[in-house]
T-cell receptor
Framework: NAGVMQNPRHLVRRRGQEARLRCSPM?????VYWYRQLPEEGLKFMVY????????ESGMPKERFSAEFPKEGPSILRIQQVVRGDSAAYFC????????????FGNGTRLTVT | GNSVTQMEGPVTLSEEAFLTINCTYT??????LFWYVQYPGEGLQLLLK?????DKGSNKGFEATYRKETTSFHLEKGSVQVSDSAVYFC????????????FGKGTTLSVSS
């Protein structure tokens, strides 16, 4: 059973370009979470999605950031018009239904904005 | 609100030393508590968990006890190894519908031989 798959592992974008980060959850998992990790700040929650629904996006910046988890295919975190401050490691996690289920994390996408 | 506070690192120990990483939380309701570990270049892995007061989670020689009276979930290991060098995150699940895990800032552990 493959784990949570994120790609790409490393992504370099110039300021103003768009970044697309993909996450395929573990088989049987219908809940996806995106977190951002910055040095000295730990993991910050961004968004929680179920298939075709955004459950909680309270951690998402109001502009330039969006996320989706379509009925078919991976979850996508999209960052438009990237700026240097978007450089970070972005982690996706998934879980089966149930509030007590632990999260399973992918290895992350490290975004560098030049 | 819900939050997690863990001791700042880095923590530097010699092999076979005793480890404690403090974690305290604030929460409404009855949260579940977790410790995750992140090795260099990798994602987070669940290390152990406790779902109710007085539960003790344990794994790979690590232990943590859910203390409701002190709102704490300190991570301990009796004898650390070089391979334990990693970043450790304390996390809280509020167990409320539609809420995600809340993480502490992480504590870097470095063990030397």
């Amino acid at each position: 059973n493959a784990g949570v798959m994120q790609n790409p592992r490393h992504l370099v974008r110039r300021r103003g370009q768009e970044a697309r980060l993909r996450c395929s959850p573990m088989k049987g998992h219908s809940h996806v979470y995106w977190y951002r990790q910055l040095p000295e700040e730990g993991l910050k929650f961004m968004v929680y999605l179920q298939k075709e629904n955004i459950i909680d996006e309270s951690g998402m910046p109001k502009e330039r950031f969006s996320a989706e988890f379509p009925k078919e295919g991976p979850s996508i975190l999209r960052i438009q018009q990237v700026v240097r401050g978007d450089s970070a490691a972005y982690f996706c996690a998934s879980s089966p239904p149930g509030t007590l289920s632990p999260l399973h994390f992918g290895n992350g996408t490290r975004l560098t904005v030049t | 609100g819900n939050s997690v506070t863990q001791m700042e690192g880095p923590v530097t120990l010699s092999e076979e030393a005793f480890l404690t990483i403090n974690c305290t939380y604030t929460a409404t309701g009855y949260p579940s508590l977790f410790w995750y570990v992140q090795y260099p270049g990798e994602g987070l892995q669940l290390l152990l968990k406790a779902t109710k007061a007085d539960d003790k989670g344990s794994n790979k020689g690590f232990e943590a006890t859910y203390r409701k009276e002190t709102t704490s979930f300190h991570l301990e290991k009796g004898s650390v190894q070089v391979s334990d060098s990693a970043v450790y995150f304390c996390a809280l699940n509020p167990n409320q519908a539609g809420t995600a895990l809340i993480f502490g800032k992480g504590t870097t552990l470095s063990v030397s031989s």
